[in-house]
């Protein structure tokens, strides 16, 4: 299994993050994508990563927009000047309308930022999106996004919304901890729509724990239980589906 989406450097695992690392490997996480939400903190994803042997995305999150570098190209790219271990995508970055840490505006101008400096490199892209929709699709169109590559992360969204980021933009969504979820229908109905082949798992660690560990603090080694989920979702059986979603995985960060 490969969990494409997780925050193992947060301070909610520094008490214990070798035992929680020992566990995904107990499990069957073969590898952990450490996601970075701001400057910083995706320097502590990069220190993680190089000293644990993980991957590892370099980005800023909508909320953290209103705190971005004012040239986001010169920061990171003095960043991966200095990084000897590569970041395997750029991103978290996207829109958040439901909280609305930062600015709209400011939200759209980052992320533009961030698509034009994954464009020059060719590198792919981990999305957020939440109450934003229609704005982050008219965002992608407007800046020409085709031929790049990326995961819409944790997607919880309609089986319409669902085709139009995989037959679109030929997106990957990120599926984690939230499809075990009793409220979370529409989901599962959005999963299916897209089938095994476009969809990666994820478990958003140290957030979104799935039933039955919903309420506690999320780790890697919980993937199993959204393996479960989605096998009997999708009418497969876990060979199959790890296999495929790993496959989709080591595509999308050329692992």
């Known amino acids: 299994m490969i ?3 997780a925050h193992v450097h947060d301070p909610a695992f520094e008490n214990d993050r070798e035992a929680v690392l020992g566990r995904a490997k107990e499990a069957g ?8 939400c701001d400057f910083h903190d995706s320097e502590r994803a990069f220190a993680l990563a190089e000293l644990a042997g993980l991957a590892w995305t370099l980005g800023i999150h909508p909320h953290e927009a209103k705190d971005a570098p004012p040239s986001i190209a010169e920061a990171f790219g003095g960043l991966l000047e200095r990084v000897p271990l590569p970041p395997r995508a750029i991103g978290e970055t996207g829109l958040d309308f439901y909280y609305d840490h930062s600015p709209r505006d400011v939200q759209v101008r980052v992320l533009e930022a961030q698509l034009a400096f994954a464009r020059e490199r060719d590198m792919p892209l981990v999305f957020h999106q939440r109450d934003a929709f229609e704005t982050f ?6 800046n020409k996004f085709d031929g790049m590559r990326g995961i819409v992360h944790c997607f919880t969204g309609t089986p319409s919304e669902a085709r139009t980021l995989v037959n679109e933009f030929g997106f990957y969504l990120g599926i984690g901890g939230v499809v ?6 529409t989901l599962r109905e959005a999963v299916r729509s897209v089938g095994l082949e476009r969809i990666v798992l994820e478990t958003d660690a140290p957030y979104l724990a799935p039933v039955p560990e919903r309420g506690n603090r999320n780790e890697p080694s919980f993937l199993t239980y959204t393996v479960d989920r989605l096998c009997e979702l999708l009418v497969c059986d876990r060979v199959e589906l790890i296999a495929t979603t790993s496959r989709n995985a080591r595509e999308i960060f050329s692992l």
Request: glycine letters at 4%; aromatic letters at 4%.
């Open 3 to 5: 969990d494409t989406h």
């Open 137 to 142: 699709v008219e965002t992608l169109r407007a």
């Open 29 to 36: 996480v073969e590898t952990i994508v450490t996601v970075g």
């Open 180 to 185: 075990t979820f009793k409220t979370a229908q």
